[in-house]
C-alpha cells in the first residue's frame, strides 16, 4: 500500500488509462486524498481513497480507469 507520505499538494493525479483526472489539494485525513476544485469539471472538491493509488513518483497514479474514478469519487463543495 502507499504511504499518505509520498503524496503532495498540487501533484498531478492519474488514471490507470493515463488519463489527467485532478491536481491534489491536500490530504483529507490519513486515507482520502482531496483534489482541487479549481482543476474540476464541475468546480468542486473531489475525494479519492488512498486504496486507489497504485503507485506515486511525480504523479499520483491510480488502478482506475478515468470514467470509474468520476463515477466513484465523493463530492463535497
Not at 14 to 19: C, L, M, P, S, Y
Not at 43 to 58: A, C, E, R
Not at 68 to 76: G, Y
Amino acid at each position: 500500500m502507499v504511504n499518505a507520505n509520498q503524496i503532495r499538494e498540487h501533484m498531478e493525479v492519474k488514471a490507470a488509462d493515463g488519463r489527467h483526472v485532478g491536481t491534489v489539494d491536500h490530504m483529507e485525513g490519513d486515507s482520502r486524498i482531496k483534489l482541487t476544485r479549481n482543476d474540476s469539471d464541475d468546480g468542486q472538491h473531489h475525494l479519492i481513497p488512498l486504496d486507489w493509488v497504485d503507485h506515486v513518483d511525480s504523479h499520483v497514479h491510480l488502478n482506475k480507469d478515468a470514467e470509474d474514478v468520476k463515477r466513484e469519487w465523493s463530492s463535497m463543495n
